[in-house]
């Protein structure tokens, strides 16, 4: 963090003084920051660490330990150094090769059998980056009336300062960390992580000098113990719109979110307004001022309602405190967000014919009666839109293609839910992503079943299956929510996935989805799999998706082929094995059996080994992980 400080109050002359010293003492080639990874440690599923090097003229420094080195020998290929480590009291000589051509750093094994390679830091940053594949954001914005037209810049005003609150929330300060970065490469890769922790990589630090990601992010102190939360009497302390911290004695407190971020929240509030007054659809006009107002006293109910009841508008802006997963300590604190969206009319009205068969589906579920007593709303909706921003929450890592929401309970209770597809990302994952992971991954006869329109659909009955299922614990704990913890979106992501798939089973048994092949779906929900996994398993997707690769691969679901690597759907027994994890699930959460819920995910929620030299096979052949967005009120399409 020093370094970041000295850059910064670094004046223009002086900058320039220093750059003329470092050209006159000679910098020697392998002055630098690299990185590598240490080796899978033998008998343990834990990921193993990421090594950062640094090495300047006379220091070279692991992590915060630094040492002197000494340069022992030098030829045309490769220079030697050594430098000697205290372990425990006993002197440890350690020899590091710099090889020339290939510009890396080798820790050298005594026998030369366990090597360490590390690259340039630089160099890493740009193979980083290249794994997310920049898409537009954009849409045919002239179908738009020319008020509607006149709202997006406000909205887009709002949705930035979002994405500025969400960076102090999953990080601090976002100007002092990019200030930071070495190269390009590295701050892009900051600002699509928000923060120095490889979302897609188990949260692990790219950049020296960082530990690991606090597990609540920014919203607790990052000292505090459970015991101390569990200790601490505050009723606001499990709010989703409170952040934890220090009064000057030391002792927690809570703020609400409005007070933390008062001056941030007042400004989006007031572009909001300004959008409001030229709304022309009541529904959105009513809406976009609850909201604002909602920003201003964490009080979000009345506006969570007054969107479910807004049907008729084009433009959609999904905005506030929502999604939970960036609490990863204790999954109750809510992260900024904001989608700008545009309603596919045409499209939404083709979906929204499932709607009311919402409870029909709850009806057959593969659990008791006692586990789907609860009556899904049947005025739920789903709507179909294409994204135009994306900030906060939604925008870091890997990217949301479909949401459902409110979360709150209450409104589902009165309102249902609304499903939203984004069908601009979704085509963009499966065409830049999907089928080129099928042709690796997926046995060669299997891959005419990949589908966009399966991709569609799995994707969007997973919105709607978080709509079914169970809420309310059935022996008094409460909100499965609250009985879960921590463990409660990984349960809750893996029980939409599958039910995803039962539900395109039994929609297609009724006959509702016209001419269909089933395979299509089970093909396509397999590659999808792949797709997900890559993200690794620091989200709560990741961890679902592994939870149902295991219990697949375990129940012959599918099967690997040795010889070619790739993979095979059994459409019968994938079927069995649909039903019965989804009533895994149901039970565990019906019961809220937090344990039962902590097992199931400490068990399988981790890549082993076999299906990660699967996954390094699409790296191999650079198939992009996720997408980054390029958005903004031009690339959109709005002009002046
Ligand atoms: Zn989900």
Known sequence: MNK??????????????????????????????????????????????????????DHISLGLRQYAYKKMEEDADRIVFQYTEDHNGEPVTQNIGYYKEKDALVILSEDGNSDIVLIRHERYMEKKVKEYVPVELKADLSTLTEKE?????????????????????????????????????TAKYMLINYGPWDRLNANKPFLPGYGPKPKGANFYPSDMTMEEFKNFEAEEKSSLY?????????????????????????????????????????????YLELRAEALLTDEYLESDMAWMDMKD??????????????????????????????????????????????????????????????????????GVYNAIYCSGDCNAGSKTIAINLPNDERVHAEKG?????????????????????????????QRQHIKFEAFFENTMFHEVAHGIGIRHTINDRGTVRKALKEQYSALEEGKADVLGLFMVTQLADMGELGDKDLM?????????????????????HGKANMIRFY???????????ESTGTYRVDFEKMKEAMNSLAQKILIIQGNGDYDAAKALVEEKGFIRNELQADLDRLKELNIPVDLVFEQGPDVAGLTE
Request: hydrophobic share 40%; proline share 5%.
């Open 4 to 57: 970041i400080h000295i850059k910064m109050i670094i004046s223009l002359p002086i900058l320039l003084l220093s750059l003329i010293m470092v050209s006159c003492t000679k910098q020697a080639d392998y002055f630098g920051t690299y990185w590598g990874v240490h080796p899978p440690i033998q008998d343990t599923e834990c990921s193993p660490p990421d090594i950062f090097i640094e090495i300047d003229k």
């Open 149 to 185: 037209q006149e709202m997006l810049p406000h909205l887009f005003k709002a949705a930035q300062i979002i994405d500025d609150i969400y960076w102090m929330q999953a990080f601090g300060n976002k100007e002092e960390l990019l200030a930071g970065a070495e190269t390009d490469a």
């Open 242 to 286: 409170t952040l934890l911290q220090r009064d000057e004695t030391g002792n927690l407190v809570t703020i609400p979110y409005h007070q933390v971020y008062k001056e941030e929240t007042e400004a989006a509030a007031s572009h909001i307004r300004l959008a409001a007054e030229l709304a022309e659809e009541p529904g959105l006009k009513k």
């Open 313 to 382: 508008n084009t433009v959609d802006f999904v905005v506030g405190p929502i999604e939970t997963y960036e609490d990863g300590l204790l999954g109750y604190k809510a992260a900024h967000e904001s989608f700008l969206l545009l309603k596919d009319k045409e499209w939404s009205n083709k979906l929204n014919r499932f709607a009311p068969l919402l409870p029909v589906l709850q009806n057959k579920l593969p659990v008791e009666e006692k586990y789907k007593q609860e009556v899904p709303g049947s005025d739920s909706d789903l």
């Open 417 to 445: 839910s609304r499903k939203l597809q984004l069908k601009n990302l979704m085509r963009y994952k499966f065409e830049k992503i999907l089928v080129p992971i099928s042709k690796e991954l997926i046995a060669e006869d």
């Open 520 to 540: 299509d779906n089970y093909v396509t929900f397999m590659a999808g799999i792949f797709r997900s996994v890559r993200f690794g398993v620091a989200s709560s």
């Open 551 to 561: 219990y697949f691969q375990e129940t012959e679901a599918f099967t690997r082929d």
